[in-house]
């Protein structure tokens, strides 16, 4: 158990629609990453919060947003959501998202777009 | 980050060592090497990073070559629970946290 909490654990919508998934951090972390695996793309980062911060962007679609609130949770939020974005959703957490620090990843969210 | 290429799959005997190859020629004098495992689309477990010197902790040892162009993990003793996709990562010191994985390795342990 890395610390990290993810909900909800599956979650099975339709295209066009909008859901957001919520990520709880270790305790004590500031941090949080969200990264997308899907079978053709493997795992790629989205972007990185740093104490409600935005610290870096990666491959997010503009359809995607994310934000931290002042409890450091974090939430990915989806819209107009398309086949392709059917995916294993991860969020990882460090305490202060400095170079070299281990990434604690939760045990992610699988999101089915039908 | 320089590009790392690993073997797509690995069969190893349960009790033996699991060796496990990564090819970084690219690397330059400030990334570092990093290996994470993911095991049957869990969330990704990191499992040790090093620079130039060899490394080992309680799960595994990593031998990076003289010049730095590859490297190996080891798992000493694998298990069934060893089984899993291994990614074999080089970051840039200054390039931010963020992790870029590969297509990894997948890692049999086999009774």
């Known amino acids: 158990d890395s610390g990290v909490t993810q909900t909800p654990k599956h979650l099975i919508t339709a295209t066009g629609q909008r859901v957001t998934l919520r990520c709880s951090p270790r305790?004590?972390?500031?941090?949080v990453y969200w990264y997308q695996q899907s079978l053709d793309q493997g795992l790629q980062f989205l972007i990185q919060?740093?104490?409600?911060?935005?610290?870096a962007k990666g491959n997010i679609l503009e359809r995607f947003s994310a934000q931290q609130f002042p409890d450091l949770h974090s939430e990915l939020n989806l819209s107009s959501l398309e086949l392709g974005d059917s995916a294993l959703y991860f969020c990882?957490?460090?305490?202060?998202?400095?170079?070299?620090?281990?990434?604690?990843f939760g045990p992610g969210t699988r999101l089915l777009v039908l | 980050d320089a590009k790392t290429t690993q073997p797509t799959s690995m069969d190893c005997a349960e009790g033996r060592a699991a060796n496990l190859p990564c090819n970084h020629s690219t690397i330059s004098g400030n990334e570092y090497v990093y290996w994470y495992r993911q095991i049957h689309s869990q969330g990704p477990q990191y499992i040790i990073h090093?620079?130039?010197n060899n490394e080992t902790n309680e799960m595994a040892s990593l031998i990076i070559t003289e010049d730095r162009k590859s490297s190996t993990l080891i798992l000493p003793h694998a298990t069934l629970r060893d089984t899993a996709v291994y990614y074999c990562?080089?970051?840039?010191?200054?390039?931010?946290?963020?992790?870029?994985f590969g297509g990894g390795t997948r890692l049999m342990v086999k009774p």
């Open positions: 990562i080089v970051r840039e010191n200054n390039a931010g946290n963020m992790l870029t």
């Open positions: 919060y740093y104490n409600g911060e935005e610290r």
């Open positions: 990882a957490s460090t305490l202060s998202g400095g170079f070299g620090e281990t990434q604690y």
């Open positions: 305790s004590g972390d500031l941090s």
């Open positions: 090093g620079l130039k």
